[in-house]
């Protein structure tokens, strides 16, 4: 039995990369495989761990799927209770953002934290483009913006794809890691990965989504082991390629539930008078004290609201 990684499922088949041989095998699954449940369609997914058996016919049998530490998943149709998981055992979304050409706005880098701490994966900033920032007040602008995020919990790193500035610290940051990076088009993240592993050779300014294989892919994701420049070798390091971060988008959860994914109010937020407080409109609510106070920012709290806001117009 060997272990190792699933990099990319097609259909039936899952191309598994192998830890001990680093050979790439195509396996299927054993065939009495049983889901532990039914509201996942697929049972395999990129980013799994596996054990598998290669038959005399050189294909591979996957015998078991370790359990997943996260996953992202996407609903299986628009109104299916049925999921499809994207990719798990994610280590690192690296949420890449710019104060201009585009500037993006706090509530979107929100969104996407939010997103993260709700499926359980660690989170960074990533503000790009930072050769832009010569005008002293751009360069205040961004120091505030990083601060909201350094302050909240999260890594942030400053970097410039253009000159090189701060990328030995993403290459820190990601190496022996499984990442992800989102953010909107155009704020350099194909740019950033040629700068981190020049092998890659994505192009730069085209207006999809950034894809390793080049062209557009739109269903399936996978996972591409990458040479960082400048790093030990003995690290493997793999990035994610998904169909896009508004696949799969907002996790289901209710209004009480909001506050856990903002780490700042999950601290204070055992103080509330009610225990299934919503932090909007009820008395003695630590989380609105402490916005008051200044402990908790106020553009996180103003983005707090719109997402609550954005949950019960759906419900
Ligand atoms: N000034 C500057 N421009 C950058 C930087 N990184 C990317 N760009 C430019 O921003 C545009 C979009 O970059 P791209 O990597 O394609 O963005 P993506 O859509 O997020 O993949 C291109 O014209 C890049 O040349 C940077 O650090 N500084
Ligand atoms: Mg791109
Ligand atoms: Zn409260």
Known sequence: MQEGLVI??????????????????????????????????????????VQFELQDDGTGVIHEVADRRNYIVRRATKLSKQTHVIASNIDLLCVVATLGLPRTSTGFIDRLLVTAEAYHIPACVVFNKCDLLQD???????????????????????????????????????AGKTVLFSGHSGVGKSA???????????????????????KHTTTFAEIFPVQLSNSDSRLSTFLIDTPGIKEFGMVDFTPQELSHFFPEMRRVLHDCHFAN??????????????????????ERYHNYLNIIEGIEDEA
């Open 8 to 49: 990319r499922t097609t259909g039936s088949w899952y191309r598994v990369l192998a830890d001990e041989s680093g050979k790439v095998e195509d396996c299927r699954l054993r065939g009495n495989y049983r889901l532990r449940g039914n509201k996942q369609t697929n049972p395999v997914a990129v980013g799994d761990r």
């Open 136 to 174: 002293p007040d751009l360069r205040a602008a961004q120091d505030e913006v990083a601060a909201i995020y350094r302050d909240a919990g999260y890594p942030v790193l400053e970097v410039s794809a253009l000159t090189g500035s701060g990328i030995d610290e993403l290459i820190r940051t990601i």
């Open 192 to 214: 950033l990965l040629n700068a981190i592993s020049p092998g890659l050779g994505l192009k730069v300014g085209q207006i999809s989504d950034w894809s390793l294989k080049g």
């Open 277 to 298: 407080c919503t932090h909007r409109h009820e008395p003695q609510c630590a989380v609105k004290k402490a916005v008051d106070d200044g402990l908790i920012n106020a």
